[in-house]
């Protein structure tokens, strides 16, 4: 993390300046007092926590190419049949733990004035480490002191129960919350109190889901307390707003294309820096025909944007079978900040130029351009991307607000107004959507959920935390809280309708983009043309439409496979071997 890095150089002079001093221990004798006896020693081993948090290519943007709403090259080994097995399982590491556990024994000795905002820095990061471990294999062992080599109780010990662990995850994020001396950071980068509180509303909201949804722990009677935990934490925090550009139609886009986060609606980010060759892959990922999972949005989710009006596009009789470029029009201006549709462009040599959506990098039509830069080279041909990534930002506290109301049952109007209401008028949206609570429930989303969720606000909220945090690596999660696994194999991998046969116009410039066609290759009109052969076939890799010759593009990326086990990761074969106390995960 760059930021990181520039603070490690401060920290690392700081205590240089400090060995200056006759009366303070050198710091290269590395003794507990060159770091735990003064504020700048706790600070430089306290950087050291932020590599737990994502970095530029992991979890982030690529985080939800394993979910319902994205077709990807592949299949992810969660849910490639018989790839995911205690044999190939991983994660269990605690290196990480062991770090923060030292510290925090240290501190709590120390004399230092600034100890418990340290403290709670270190008490931070073990709640997020702990959270991800709870995630991946639910009962995981609670350690909160530093395991001696001779200490068998503990390093054989068994694993505690999920929930236990979440209770002392809750109590890590409130001694955070009460200690870190940072009310907020104008770079963005780090760890403040709104940032503990912005983590509460996230991890509070899982637990709260996964405790109502998964009813096998018969947990529910506890869920709500975990829903009004989401509020509360939401409540706190003060000093943000949803970034406004003075182009609507790039308010939403600004966010994620910006090298300095924008601080009004920005809570924690990841910044680069290219003098520092510090970057990420982001428009490479999403538009090289050959690198990465060339991840695609599918037609299921482009359905759930509204129209601008606030009308549900789905009510429309013919929306099934609406093209491309009608079904882009009109509707909520985050469509057209997250794909390539209508006027989009790129440019080339300062020239902009005209890109509709590349059949050779999208395997649907529905190509993402969020966190991509508009420019091509580099960007495009190599991991060159120094964009700042997002890891927590505004939108999603009232989204965690929101749907933490709902299933509450305590949205008001007014509540509404300053979550949902806001985030559909940043969006372009008009009407009486943005203040009226709704009274009946979306028929689109009843079916696409599984009649999980039947309350007409919660549906509501639903759709917004969709369309708005797509790619930004929180839909696998929302999908494990609610219990909705099954979708990760039946969502179909579908693109945009295509009438017949032949060639379109996708951004109605006049020249053709696309031809779908079977058997032989025809002429192109142009050589721009992309051709995607819809022949019959099962093969991996290859597009059907639906109805044969005409219907939706069906991208087929192989074999596919959901099982309530893997809810949960197996525990490795290998840690087990070590530590047979530690058991397995149901069915694995």
Same mark, same amino acid.
């Given at each position: 993390?760059?930021?990181?890095?520039?603070?490690?150089?401060?920290?690392?002079?700081?205590?240089?300046?400090?060995?200056?001093?006759?009366?303070?221990?050198?710091?290269?004798?590395?003794?507990?007092?060159?770091?735990?006896?003064?504020?700048?020693?706790?600070?430089?081993?306290?950087?050291?926590?932020?590599?737990?948090?994502?970095?530029?290519?992991?979890?982030?943007?690529?985080?939800?190419?394993?979910?319902?709403?994205?077709?990807?090259?592949?299949?992810?080994?969660?849910?490639?049949?018989?790839?995911?097995?205690?044999?190939?399982?991983?994660?269990?590491?605690?290196?990480?733990?062991?770090?923060?556990?030292?510290?925090?024994?240290?501190?709590?000795?120390?004399?230092?004035?600034?100890?418990?905002?340290?403290?709670?820095?270190?008490?931070?990061?073990?709640?997020?480490?702990?959270?991800?471990?709870?995630?991946?294999?639910?009962?995981?062992?609670?350690?909160?002191?530093?395991?001696?080599?001779?200490?068998? $109780?503990?390093?054989?010990?068994?694993?505690?129960?999920?929930?236990?662990?979440?209770?002392?995850?809750?109590?890590?994020?409130?001694?955070?919350? $009460?200690?870190?001396?940072?009310?907020?950071?104008?770079?963005?980068?780090?760890?403040?109190?709104?940032?503990?509180?912005?983590?509460?509303?996230?991890?509070?909201?899982?637990?709260?889901?996964?405790?109502?949804?998964?009813?096998?722990?018969?947990?529910?009677? *506890?869920?709500?307390?975990?829903?009004?935990?989401?509020?509360?934490?939401?409540?706190?925090?003060?000093?943000?707003?949803?970034?406004?550009?003075?182009?609507?139609?790039?308010?939403?886009?600004?966010?994620?294309?910006?090298?300095?986060?924008?601080?009004?609606?920005?809570?924690?980010?990841? *910044?680069?820096?290219?003098?520092?060759?510090?970057?990420?892959?982001?428009?490479?990922?999403?538009?090289?025909?050959?690198?990465?999972?060339?991840?695609?949005?599918?037609?299921?989710?482009?359905?759930?944007?509204?129209?601008?009006?606030?009308?549900?596009?789905?009510?429309?009789?013919?929306?099934?079978?609406?093209?491309?470029?009608?079904?882009?029009?009109?509707?909520?201006?985050?469509?057209?900040?997250?794909?390539?549709?209508?006027?989009?462009?790129?440019?080339?040599?300062?020239?902009?130029?005209?890109?509709?959506?590349?059949?050779?990098?999208?395997?649907?039509?529905?190509?993402?351009?969020?966190?991509?830069?508009?420019?091509?080279?580099?960007?495009?041909?190599?991991?060159?991307?120094?964009?700042?990534?997002?890891?927590?930002?505004?939108? $999603?506290?009232?989204?965690?607000?929101?749907?933490?109301?709902?299933?509450?049952?305590?949205?008001?109007?007014?509540?509404?107004?300053?979550?949902?209401?806001?985030?559909?008028?940043?969006?372009?949206?008009?009407?009486?959507?943005?203040?009226?609570?709704?009274?009946?429930?979306?028929?689109?989303?009843?079916?696409?959920?599984?009649?999980?969720?039947?309350?007409?606000?919660?549906?509501?909220?639903?759709?917004?935390?969709?369309?708005?945090?797509?790619?930004?690596?929180?839909?696998?999660?929302?999908?494990?809280?609610?219990?909705?696994?099954?979708?990760?194999?039946?969502?179909?991998?579908?693109?945009?309708?295509?009438?017949?046969?032949?060639?379109?116009?996708?951004?109605?410039?006049?020249?053709?983009?696309?031809?779908?066609?079977?058997?032989?290759?025809?002429?192109?009109?142009?050589?721009?043309?992309?051709?995607?052969?819809?022949?019959?076939?099962?093969?991996?890799?290859?597009?059907?439409?639906?109805?044969?010759?005409?219907?939706?593009?069906?991208?087929?990326?192989?074999?596919?496979?959901?099982?309530?086990?893997?809810?949960?990761?197996?525990?490795?074969?290998?840690?087990?071997?070590?530590?047979?106390?530690?058991?397995?995960?149901?069915?694995?």
């Amino acid at each position: 993390m760059m930021k990181i890095f520039q603070y490690l150089l401060i920290a690392m002079a700081s205590l240089s300046l400090a060995s200056c001093n006759l009366e303070e221990i050198p710091v290269d004798t590395a003794t507990n007092q060159a770091i735990f006896g003064s504020a700048s020693g706790m600070e430089l081993y306290a950087n050291s926590f932020y590599d737990i948090l994502p970095g530029t290519d992991q979890g982030v943007f690529n985080g939800d190419d394993v979910s319902d709403v994205v077709a990807r090259n592949g299949v992810d080994n969660l849910l490639s049949p018989g790839a995911l097995s205690p044999i190939t399982s991983s994660g269990w590491s605690w290196t990480a733990l062991r770090n923060i556990n030292y510290f925090i024994e240290n501190a709590e000795q120390s004399t230092v004035a600034e100890r418990n905002h340290f403290l709670g820095l270190a008490r931070f990061f073990r709640a997020l480490f702990y959270f991800e471990k709870v995630r991946r294999f639910g009962d995981v062992p609670w350690i909160d002191k530093t395991i001696d080599v001779n200490d068998s $109780e503990t390093l054989y010990g068994s694993r505690t129960d999920r929930f236990t662990v979440m209770d002392h995850v809750l109590a890590d994020l409130d001694f955070a919350i $009460e200690n870190i001396a940072l009310e907020t950071d104008p770079t963005c980068t780090r760890i403040t109190k709104n940032v503990a509180r912005a983590y509460k509303t996230r991890i509070c909201l899982f637990e709260a889901s996964f405790r109502k949804y998964h009813g096998q722990y018969e947990m529910q009677a *506890t869920a709500n307390a975990w829903f009004q935990h989401v509020v509360d934490a939401a409540n706190g925090i003060t000093g943000f707003t949803l970034h406004q550009s003075a182009n609507e139609s790039l308010s939403y886009r600004e966010l994620f294309i910006t090298r300095m986060p924008y601080a009004d609606e920005t809570i924690l980010a990841v *910044t680069l820096d290219a003098n520092l060759q510090v970057f990420s892959s982001a428009n490479r990922r999403f538009i090289s025909p050959t690198f990465g999972n060339r991840p695609s949005l599918t037609r299921n989710f482009v359905n759930m944007y509204l129209n601008l009006d606030g009308t549900r596009f789905t009510d429309d009789p013919d929306y099934r079978t609406t093209p491309f470029a009608e079904e882009v029009k009109g509707r909520d201006l985050r469509l057209k900040q997250t794909i390539r549709s209508g006027d989009y462009h790129r440019t080339e040599n300062g020239v902009p130029v005209i890109a509709p959506p590349n059949f050779n990098q999208t395997f649907t039509g529905y190509q993402p351009i969020k966190w991509c830069y508009d420019e091509r080279f580099p960007y495009d041909d190599e991991s060159r991307n120094d964009n700042a990534h997002i890891i927590m930002r505004w939108a $999603e506290v009232l989204l965690n607000k929101a749907e933490a109301l709902a299933e509450l049952g305590n949205m008001t109007i007014a509540d509404w107004s300053a979550t949902i209401g806001a985030i559909r008028a940043r969006a372009g949206i008009t009407g009486p959507t943005l203040t009226t609570l709704p009274a009946s429930a979306d028929p689109y989303l009843l079916s696409y959920y599984q009649g999980r969720f039947t309350d007409p606000i919660l549906l509501e909220v639903i759709r917004e935390r969709t369309v708005e945090l797509v790619f930004e690596g929180l839909r696998p999660d929302d999908l494990r809280r609610w219990r909705l696994g099954d979708l990760f194999e039946s969502a179909p991998m579908n693109g945009m309708y295509v009438p017949a046969l032949g060639e379109y116009d996708l951004n109605e410039d006049g020249i053709m983009d696309v031809c779908f066609y079977q058997g032989s290759r025809p002429a192109p009109s142009n050589p721009s043309v992309a051709f995607v052969d819809v022949s019959p076939s099962t093969a991996a890799g290859r597009a059907q439409l639906s109805n044969g010759t005409s219907g939706e593009v069906i991208h087929n990326p192989g074999p596919r496979e959901w099982q309530d086990r893997k809810y949960l990761y197996p525990i490795p074969q290998a840690d087990r071997e070590l530590n047979p106390a530690l058991g397995q995960n149901p069915g694995w």
